[in-house]
T-cell receptor
């Protein structure tokens, strides 16, 4: 199946821990994104990468560090987790943000719960 | 600062009716506009993307329009079905840096 996939689907952890969420797309896209959906279901962009280069960093705390080993992967590492980090995190990809037609495709989400 | 607003926040209609979901944005510098649906506990599914040079897009029973001058987009759903029940999100792509701003969505419930 061609898709954007994320692992894990659910993540429950204690405050202060460090965790990672992985994202992979096999659509051949150049641009990948991380979004956060809070408890009120509001979606907000966190980062975007184009061909492993950081394009957007939306003043996210530096406890969040995206890593793109290649253009098909964009992982999200979170240090010193806080209660407010509990949310659903979505990965997405698009062909190339510089192109005119730039439809974004989303992964299934990772529900992070910080206790 | 771009803001995307969706009205109504929730909508219930009987099966078979045609309906319109509204999306408005404050900055006409929007580049593209994309409509998504989100089912409970699921990710987002892209429905339609309207490029800045276009005024509408159609896919099956869905038709989306974009009027940049008035800062509005609408999603028209014809002959609604219970399977259309979901949250519908509109999102504006800002210029070419592709920062995407989401509305808070309209929760649609189609009554059988």
């Amino acid at each position: 199946d061609t898709a954007v996939s994320q692992t894990p689907k659910y993540l429950v952890t204690q405050m202060g821990n460090d965790k990672s969420i992985k994202c992979e797309q096999n659509l051949g896209h150049d641009t990948m994104y991380w979004y956060k959906q809070d408890s009120k279901k509001f979606l907000k962009i966190m980062f975007s990468y184009n061909n492993k280069e950081l394009i957007i960093n939306e003043t996210v705390p530096n406890r969040f560090s995206p890593k793109s080993p290649d253009k098909a992967h964009l992982n999200l590492h979170i240090n010193s987790l806080e209660l407010g980090d509990s949310a659903v995190y979505f990965c997405a990809s698009s062909q190339d943000f510089r192109e005119g037609y730039n439809e974004q495709f989303f992964g299934p989400g990772t529900r992070l719960t910080v206790l | 600062k771009q803001e995307v607003t969706q009205i109504p926040a929730a909508l219930s209609v009987p099966e078979g009716e045609n309906l319109v979901l509204n999306c408005s944005f404050t900055d006409s510098a929007i580049y593209n506009l994309q409509w998504f649906r989100q089912d409970p506990g699921k990710g987002l599914t892209s429905l339609l993307l309207i490029q800045s040079s276009q005024r509408e897009q159609t896919s099956g029973r869905l038709n989306a329009s974009l009027d940049k001058s008035s800062g509005r987009s609408t999603l028209y759903i014809a002959a609604s079905q219970p399977g259309d029940s979901a949250t519908y999100l509109c999102a504006g792509h800002m210029n070419r840096d592709d920062k995407i701003i989401f509305g808070k969505g309209t929760r649609l419930h189609i009554l059988p």
